[in-house]
């Protein structure tokens, strides 16, 4: 990740040619997202899937809050933060984590 990521804490990982971030339209295109899950065998994978997935485990890092966890979302509530991760890290809406580890 050091070759492809700037040093900063709040640098982008996926970026375009300029370096600048990428918007949501041209994402898909530039990363040819379909071809590459479709190589993993996972099609149909979204990339806002990852998005779940990383804050479910994120949740059950030793000494993760729920704050932590929010911030991370950039949710402003408990409600929302808990509503899109899981235990079964199967993320789904409306399934809310059972440990929310203080």
Known sequence: MVNYV???????????????????????KLVKWSEAVAAVGVPGLHFHDLRHTGNTLAARAPGASLRDIMARMGHD?????????????????????RSTRR
Do not use: H, I, Q, Y
């Open 6 to 28: 700037g040093e900063a804490s709040e640098a982008f990982v996926f970026t375009g040619e300029s370096g600048r971030n990428l918007w949501r339209g041209d994402f898909n």
């Open 77 to 97: 509530s408990p409600r929302a933060a808990l509503s899109t991760s899981t235990p079964t890290g199967r993320p789904t809406k409306g399934s809310p984590m």
